[in-house]
């Protein structure tokens, strides 16, 4: 597994020096919450072209830290690279819930990082009252394809570990 230190560093290394230097402080003093918010806005300030690898990265790391929504829309609008990727974001604000599957009955299962070989992670959330999905989900899933079978399936925790099954041939 990759330490989430050198996936921070990393993403830091986009951004200008001094922006990168706020972002690692956030870090540092344990804001990763503010960190990635600076990361993103950053990131499309200074149009700074990213490959969808890591557009898809900083959604999961976005996403244990629990921002994620709050950064989806301006991750999305950051220019990509244009090189081709092993992975690529394909939740957008109009996305619907899969189709039931078996192994996740009772979740609305949403799709979130397609792999080029057609596998894709998604994330299986409650529906809340007033029909909202839940904030967290319940599980993270690496499908075989859109229509399942479901390959690996991970606790609410494991975003990062699902993203490397995801990868993993």
Do not use: K
Request: with cysteine; glycine share 6%; aromatic share 6%.
């Amino acid at each position: 597994m990759i330490a989430e230190a050198d996936v921070w560093n990393r993403f830091v290394s986009l951004l200008p020096d001094s922006e990168g230097h706020e972002v690692q402080v956030c870090w540092d003093i344990g804001e990763q919450e503010a960190g990635l918010d600076l990361l993103v806005s950053g990131l499309l300030e200074h149009r700074v072209a990213i490959n969808e690898t890591v557009r898809a990265e900083i959604s999961v790391i976005a996403e244990s830290w629990g921002v994620r929504r709050d950064v989806a829309s301006r991750l999305l609008a950051c220019p990509g690279d244009g090189n081709p990727s092993a992975v690529e974001l394909v939740e957008r604000p109009t996305t619907t819930p899969l189709p039931a599957l078996p192994e996740l009955a009772g979740f609305l299962v949403v799709p979130w990082i397609r792999h080029a070989s057609g596998r894709l992670l998604t994330r299986a959330h409650t529906e809340e009252p007033w029909g909202d999905l839940s904030l967290i989900p319940e599980h993270y899933a690496v499908l075989a394809s859109a229509q399942g079978p479901t390959l690996h399936l991970f606790e609410s925790f494991s975003a990062r570990e699902a993203l490397e099954a995801l990868t993993q041939a």
